[in-house]
């Protein structure tokens, strides 16, 4: 986002703060590409369909077993409904029918990441919880974020370990998407 989109905010604290926020998150994947300060970056490893990815720790409030939802009618498939979660509505994202990925064979190992915002009382529902992954600079691979379709709009960065591609994806970033604040079309 740039300057003029920022000014364009300024009526709005909570969205300039969390595109800040937001660049901060890049701005430390640039620094440990480019050699700067970062010694490593961590984030919350998670399964959609068969692909790994790491949301930064700041993009995350808690991760929950997956609630019990009231339908919001005429909503989007993919918005699996309202749930309550310790006095707070959160809008539940299923994040695999989002990208329209095929049904998943277990739905045992499935979570709910929360979205760390006020503003966007979100939470997403992924196939399964790897816990925090820590990389380091010579695991760092950001030109493979192209390859990777259809998140490509919400990835950071991406690493490689072990042969095995993880992705830099930034919740807030798909929470400010327009097919994201869609939901109810």
Do not use: C
């Amino acid at each position: 986002m740039s300057t003029t989109d920022l000014r364009a905010l300024r009526n709005e604290p909570f969205a300039i703060l969390e595109q800040l926020e937001e660049r901060l998150g890049a701005a430390r994947l640039d620094a440990l590409g480019s050699g700067g300060q970062a010694q490593s970056w961590t984030g919350l490893g998670f399964r959609l369909g068969s692909q790994w990815f790491v949301a930064p720790r700041e993009d995350v409030r808690e991760v929950i077993a997956p609630p019990r939802t009231t339908r919001v009618p005429n909503a989007q498939p993919w918005l699996s409904g309202l749930a309550n979660v310790r006095g707070e509505l959160l809008a539940i994202i299923d994040l695999p029918r989002f990208f329209e990925l095929p049904p998943g064979d277990n739905t045992r190992g499935q979570r709910v990441l929360v979205l760390n915002s006020k503003r966007t009382p979100a939470g997403l529902l992924v196939d399964e919880i790897a816990g925090y992954r820590q990389f380091t600079a010579s695991e760092q691979r950001n030109e493979m974020k192209s390859t990777a379709q259809p998140y490509t709009p919400f990835l950071l960065g991406a690493f490689v370990r072990e042969g095995h591609p993880w992705f830099a994806f930034s919740l807030h970033r798909l929470a400010h998407s327009e097919t994201f604040r869609a939901a109810a079309a």
